[in-house]
């Protein structure tokens, strides 16, 4: 038996970006760490990393996002731990698509519901059936549901149709969520990214001068300390939605 809470992360990529940073910020604040992403080589070397001292990390593989799969790895988590306590769950798996509307395909149309949406909807249910159960710890609540949204979660743009119907999508359900099970003592939150991220995809992208600057660039590390602070508010006074953006990001 695991006497330490349990953070269910979905979504990890290449162990870069922000939802391996929110692992690693986790397991150092005293949880073990469920991580659910597509199968690869980085997901398993990810897990091996964080299992360290007393942390105990386990990788629950998808073939990809969507209802079945997502529901499949979030009950093989639970099974690890069969009397652990999942306290955190933070669902930051997402597919992106900038594309003219005239040419977006059915089957990306499909992919990206599934990945920011159905996905969304079994991870948030696995979540949601893990917490009712737990008595109210220290801060008055019985566990913490996090989605990362996007800039896109609240205003569409040319080209970004697929993916703002999406994200306008996941941030409505994480809403929906906040309100019927606030009564609960479960604490849901949404937060919207505004900005790029660092990662090692990006900084291929972007440059190494785009990412050593602080004012323009998000570090994955500092959005995993803003997950922590709202899984650390009390029930008197928690957040449904933060945003995060560098200094200089117009908005």
Not at 165 to 187: D, V, Y
Not at 190 to 211: L, M, N
Not at 235 to 247: F, G, H, K, N, V
């Amino acid at each position: 038996m695991s006497s330490r809470p349990i953070i269910v992360v979905a979504g990890v990529g290449n162990s870069s970006g922000t939802g391996a940073a929110t692992a690693r910020l986790f397991a150092q604040s005293g949880y073990d760490v469920a991580l659910i992403a597509r199968e690869s080589d980085s997901l398993r070397k990810f897990a091996a990393e964080l299992k360290t001292g007393d942390v105990d990390a386990a990788a629950f593989p998808v073939a990809d996002y969507n209802y079945a799969e997502v529901s499949a790895a979030f009950d093989a988590a639970r099974a690890h731990w069969p009397n652990g306590a999942i306290r955190v769950a933070l669902f930051n798996a997402g597919f992106a698509l900038w594309k003219p509307f005239l040419e977006t395909t059915p089957e990306e149309v499909t992919r990206v519901v599934d990945t920011n949406i159905s996905a969304a909807f079994a991870f948030a249910h696995g979540a949601l059936r893990a917490f009712e159960g737990l008595p109210l710890d220290a801060r008055g609540k019985r566990g913490t549901l996090l989605f990362t949204g996007a800039i896109a979660s609240v205003r569409e743009n040319a080209t970004l149709a697929a993916i703002s119907a999406a994200k306008f999508a996941l941030r409505s359900l994480s809403q929906s969520l906040s309100k019927e099970f606030g009564t609960q003592n479960i604490h849901v939150a949404h937060a919207v990214i505004d900005g790029g991220i660092i990662t090692d995809v990006s900084k291929a992208r972007r440059g190494k001068e785009w990412a050593a600057n602080p004012d323009g660039a998000i570090k994955p590390e500092s959005i995993a300390q803003a997950y922590l602070y709202l899984v650390n508010q009390d029930r008197s006074a928690w957040t449904w939605e933060l945003d995060l953006r560098p200094a200089h990001e117009k908005w």
